[in-house]
C-alpha cells in the first residue's frame, strides 16, 4: 500500500563574530520539512518509486543568507 512519512526540523544559530560588511551579529532561523511517499504495489525491476518533497526557509539578520527553497527527488527503495 502507500506509505508516506513526514519529517520536520527547526534550527537556529547566533553567530559570535559581527559581520564586517553589514555591521551586525548573524543570527539564522531554519525551517525544513521533509515529506517522502511510497507505495509498495508499484514496482520497477523489483524496487519502488519514492517521491520524497522538501520545503526549506531560512531567515536571517543579514538577509543574504536569507532564502526559501522547495526541491523534488525521484528515487527506488527496496524492502527485505
Known amino acids: ?5 513526514l519529517d520536520a526540523s527547526w534550527r537556529a544559530a547566533d553567530f559570535d ?6 555591521g551586525i551579529l548573524r ?3 531554519q525551517l525544513r520539512a ?3 511517499l511510497s507505495h ?5 525491476m ?10 526549506t526557509k531560512r531567515t ?3 538577509p543574504i543568507y536569507s532564502f526559501d527553497d522547495v526541491s ?9
Do not use: C, H, N, W
Open 1 to 5: 500500500g502507500l506509505r508516506a512519512g
Open 17 to 22: 563574530a559581527m559581520s564586517m560588511f553589514y
Open 27 to 29: 543570527k539564522d532561523e
Open 34 to 36: 521533509t515529506l517522502r
Open 40 to 44: 509498495s504495489r508499484v514496482k520497477l
Open 46 to 55: 523489483g524496487f519502488a518509486p519514492v517521491l520524497e518533497l522538501e520545503y
Open 60 to 62: 536571517s539578520t543579514i
Open 72 to 80: 523534488a527527488q525521484v528515487g527506488l527503495t527496496k524492502r527485505f
